[in-house]
């Protein structure tokens, strides 16, 4: 039985491998791995919590979780945007722990070959980035969902909630 379950666990991250889901912010598209994500959402009422760094822009309480949310967008020093109805909350689990992300635009899930993705130039140099994924004649900024926020960030979210 648990050989049964490891195989299942196993063919589950391999149909996961190389899939990502990929966004906008702004001009520029981003993918993050399937396998963090577990659900997209619009925009929701977000309750907002004093003294949290700005990017964190409170929490969402999706049926009946609460889940802090970050502006993505912000995250990255870009201008703030008024969101709208292209506007989604992707809920990914980082660490035992739920965070929404807040993107200008879900796009879609795509698998990237491993040979399309390569390292960012060593003169690039961003904590956020893990990869560049080459899709067709576009670049996708591929994330380490778990460098988003540090372990300090992390830490403090928890205790905050």
């Known amino acids: ?15 996961l491998k190389g899939r990502y889901l990929t966004f906008s912010i702004g001009d520029e598209s981003y993918g993050i791995e399937v396998r963090y994500v577990t ?24 049926r009946g979780k609460i889940i802090p949310v970050i502006d993505v967008r912000l995250r990255f020093r870009k201008e703030p945007k008024e969101y709208n109805d292209r ?40 904590r956020y980035i893990r990869s560049i994924g080459k899709v067709g004649n576009e670049v996708k900024l591929l994330l380490d969902c778990e460098k988003l926020l540090t372990a300090g960030e992390l830490e403090s979210l928890v205790e905050t909630l």
Do not use: H, R
């Not at 039985?1 to 149909?15: G, K, P, R, V, Y």
């Not at 739920?98 to 200008?104: A, E, F, R, Y």
């Not at 879609?108 to 140099?125: G, K, L, M, N, Q």
């Open 1 to 15: 039985m648990a050989d049964l379950i490891e195989n299942a666990t196993e063919l589950e991250e391999d149909t």
């Open 39 to 62: 659900e997209i959402v619009g925009i929701q009422k977000i309750t907002v919590i004093p003294e949290l760094p700005e990017y964190v822009k409170g929490i969402i309480n999706l």
């Open 87 to 126: 506007t989604c909350v992707i809920v990914i689990d980082i660490k035992d722990l739920s965070i929404g992300l807040i993107v200008d635009t879900v796009s879609e899930v795509i698998t990237i070959p491993e040979e399309d993705i390569v390292e960012p130039p060593e003169s690039f140099s961003n």
